[in-house]
């Protein structure tokens, strides 16, 4: 059965998480994910809120980067977490959006090498013995975590063919960032499984998708297209639009963005583009969409582009949730 999850991006105020936190846990979400932006609102404050004020629903750290917080340091936060809120903690890395990186001033050399040896290294802290880790990047010499052993799961965001293999040989999960089409996430799940050298291991999916609906079809659509013509203008896309067929003049759309050409900004995201890169339009599409991301492969659905409770109360029900 798909589970739901739910995407926070870090715009929200710590009022709209917490209320929409408490509405997710009532509507039956099985993770919030608490994306890390450099220049937004910091996830871990806001994830251990978020436990505090529910009682059953995960929490998952969203692509904490290695280039900008050590591995020990996310193996501390993870395990203290998981002390507090025994098996509601999810650990998510990445290499983070290179546009954030680059303001910071932070460079990221060799992404495969560096999330490789940062799932290594976190994995020996959780086993909750001394470690002695030696890599190009990272070294650990004689420590452990004070927390002891802990079973916090893993999961790697990608989307290039060797982050996922990667993330089928040593995650616990992968995660498909948003505005993927079905195809697109097919493909993705293709990469992981070669990635996977061992039976017994289980990697489970996760995909984030941008959800809207309404009775009438045009009005949802509209509530996304900035969204995904933002999103979608970024090189490393370009997979995922011509897997799905479709038309996007990605160049000019970001030349649009670069001089805030507002106003013509939407009108490159049409309602194809809308259709095949969102699960958005009537409540039968919507449900339908998701059907569709299940039948490829996804264990869990995460919803994004909500912007209040009602928001996503509404659309709980709407995919029957609740």
Not at 44 to 54: K, R, S, V
Not at 147 to 168: E, F, H, N, R, W
Request: proline share 3%.
């Amino acid at each position: 059965m798909l589970a739901y999850g739910l995407c926070f991006q870090g715009t929200e105020t710590p009022d709209q998480v917490r209320q929409m936190s408490r509405v997710a846990e009532e509507g039956g979400v099985e993770t919030i994910w608490f994306a890390c932006h450099l220049f937004q609102r910091e996830p871990i404050a806001l994830a251990t809120m978020a436990l505090g004020c529910t009682t059953r629903v995960k929490v998952a750290l969203m692509a904490m980067s290695p280039y900008v917080i050590h591995p020990v340091y996310l193996a501390m936060v993870a395990a203290t977490l998981d002390e507090m809120f025994p098996g509601r903690v999810v650990l998510c890395l990445g290499v983070g959006a290179p546009r954030d990186l680059q303001a910071a001033g932070i460079e990221s050399p060799q992404p495969l090498a560096v999330l490789e040896q940062s799932i290594g290294l976190i994995r020996q802290l959780f086993e909750g013995r001394v470690v002695s880790y030696q890599s190009e990047r990272f070294q650990v010499s004689g420590r452990g975590l004070n927390t002891g052993k802990c079973d916090v799961p893993i999961v790697l965001a990608a989307s290039g063919p060797q982050m996922l293999q990667l993330a089928g040989k040593a995650a616990d999960g992968v995660l498909i960032s948003a505005a993927t089409s079905v195809e697109f996430v097919r493909w993705c799940l293709e990469k992981v499984a070669q990635g996977e050298t061992s039976a017994a291991r289980t990697v489970k999916h996760y995909g984030v998708v941008y959800a809207a609906a309404s009775d009438n079809r045009v009005e949802a659509y509209d509530r996304l297209r900035r969204t995904l013509a933002f999103i979608l203008r970024g090189a490393h896309h370009a997979r995922n639009l011509e897997l799905a067929g479709t038309s996007l003049d990605q160049e000019a759309l970001a030349k649009a963005f670069i001089e805030g050409e507002w106003e013509q900004i939407s009108k490159f995201v049409d309602d194809d583009v809308v259709r095949k890169h969102s699960a958005s339009g009537t409540p039968d599409d919507v449900r339908s969409s998701f059907g569709l991301y299940n039948s490829v492969g996804l264990d869990e659905v995460v919803l994004a582009g909500q912007e209040s409770a009602q928001d996503l109360e509404a659309l709980l029900k709407t995919v029957g949730a609740i």
